[in-house]
């Protein structure tokens, strides 16, 4: 529940009457993104609060979730939580996912040759309530070009199809790939499914020549390499 109304029932000020020194948003062009708390940082993202409270209430109270579980929530469960509504949730659902993909820009990426280094480069799969599939597009040099997402799914599944994979890779002039998926249950034991896919797209890797180097899955705290589990059949 939103922070309480104050003495006698009366309402808190609303941060626009605030005195300047003390508003978030003034906070952050005199002292810079920083110097603001999580609390201050979402209130911003809010933009107000509901009647009754202000945004910095709003702020505060899902600054004591956590940034790694909101970034689990969806639009609905966010919607859930007082003072946010639909247009509110998609706003914070999309400054995460800025976040999230301003963290992992390819200029930032190291040489991937393990799936103990794709799992930490990917590591916000793991938070994911539902599976995406991911594809690491790589240079000669085994450097990251490109993190596609082509396919997002359900709590237990997604559709993939291999032609689209290729078809991204091929525009990237890739030299080799990287799949990667979440298994939102923790669990990332693939299944007889998984290892079907893989197996069409190592295929379809060897028509194109570029090879499907790996295939991870992505769990709680776990992952699995098809590579390094001998579950692909090629050997490059």
């Known amino acids: 529940m939103v922070g309480s109304a104050g003495p006698a029932g009366r309402r808190p000020r609303a941060v626009k009457d605030w005195p300047v020194g003390e508003r978030p948003r003034e906070r952050l062009w005199r002292h810079g993104a920083r110097a603001l708390t999580d609390g201050e940082l979402l209130a911003i993202l809010v933009g107000s609060g509901p009647r009754g409270h202000n945004a910095l209430d709003v702020g505060r109270e899902l600054a004591e979730i956590g940034w790694q579980e909101l970034a689990r929530l969806t639009p609905e469960e966010l919607c859930r939580r007082p003072g946010i509504g639909p247009a509110r949730a998609a706003q914070l659902v999309a400054a995460l996912e800025a976040g999230r993909r301003v963290r992992i820009g390819p200029e930032d990426l190291a040489v991937v040759h393990s799936g103990e280094d794709v799992a930490r480069l990917l590591e916000d799969m793991a938070l994911l309530p539902q599976e995406q599939f ?15 997402t082509p396919f997002v799914g359900g709590q237990s599944s997604v559709e993939v199809h291999p032609r689209e994979v290729y078809r991204r890779a091929v525009e990237a002039g890739a030299a080799g790939i990287v799949a990667v998926h979440n298994h939102p249950s923790g669990d990332p034991t693939p299944s007889m499914e998984d290892r079907r896919l893989t197996h069409r797209l190592e295929d379809a890797g060897q028509v194109l020549g570029i090879p499907l180097l790996d295939h991870v899955i992505i769990g709680q705290g776990r992952y699995v390499s098809f590579r390094e589990s001998g579950f692909m059949t090629a050997t490059g």
């Open 134 to 148: 991911r594809v690491l597009v790589l240079n000669a040099r085994h450097r990251v070009l490109r993190v596609e």
